[in-house]
């Protein structure tokens, strides 16, 4: 167990709705990343952010969002959902240094 | 930019036997490495990683990685797999400075142990 939760554990909604999902960091941790894992695109970083402001961005789409929170949780706004958003998200903390990144489980999201 | 490639897409190995996974990455200054496992239907949990100092890093479950500069390789061992190490091997590669301390990984090898 990384320390890292993610909720739901599972999603399955249909193409044009919007999700949410959520990560809650290791404690003490300041930086939370999130990732999609897709069959044609593997392991892929969206966003990063630290300490609540936004601090690198990656391959991350106009209709997904994200934001941390005062208490240090995290939550990415998938919306306008197409059929190719299918895949797992993960979630990642790491601590001041950023040196290491602890995964949580996913969410694995299938949008029909 | 950094990337990583992981030339075996799949490897079978015997029970017992020895393992190496190859990983080779691209950067222009001292990389940061990492190896994470991920099982079927599971996160990503921390193998090992190397930031500097002895080129061998030890890891958990027995793993072993070595980094080799003149070859920018950083592959993984272990002298005798067992049956629960079956599972997608991924070697990642970050700059860890502020700003860029994403990691860029590779497509993976996935593991299948035979009896």
């Known amino acids: 167990d990384s320390g890292v939760t993610q909720t739901p554990k599972h999603l399955i909604t249909a193409t044009g709705q919007r999700v949410t999902l959520r990560c809650s960091p290791r404690s003490g941790d300041l930086s939370v990343y999130w990732y999609q894992q897709s069959l044609d695109q593997g392991l892929q970083f969206l966003i990063q952010y630290y300490n609540g402001e936004e601090r690198a961005k990656g391959n991350i789409l106009e209709r997904f969002s994200a934001q941390q929170f005062p208490d240090l949780h995290s939550e990415l706004n998938l919306s306008s959902l197409e059929l190719g958003d299918s895949a797992l998200y993960f979630c990642?903390?790491?601590?001041?240094?950023?040196?290491?990144?602890?995964f949580g489980p996913g969410t694995r999201l299938l949008v029909l | 930019a950094q990337s990583v490639t992981q030339p075996d897409i799949h490897i079978t190995v015997s029970e017992g036997a020895s393992l190496e996974l190859r990983c080779n990455y691209s950067?222009?200054?001292?990389?940061?490495l990492f190896w994470y496992v991920q099982s079927p239907g599971q996160g990503l949990q921390l193998l090992l990683k190397?930031?500097?100092?002895?080129?061998l890093v030890q890891g958990i479950k027995g793993f072993e990685a070595e980094f080799k500069r003149s070859q920018s390789s950083f592959n993984l061992r272990k002298p005798s797999v067992h049956w629960s190490d079956a599972a997608e091997y991924f070697c990642a590669v970050a700059a860890i400075f502020f700003g860029n301390e994403k990691l860029t990984f590779g497509t993976g090898t996935r593991l299948t142990i035979i009896p």
């Open positions: 950067y222009g200054a001292t990389p940061y």
């Open positions: 190397y930031f500097s100092g002895d080129t």
């Open positions: 990642a903390s790491s601590d001041d240094r950023g040196e290491t990144q602890y």
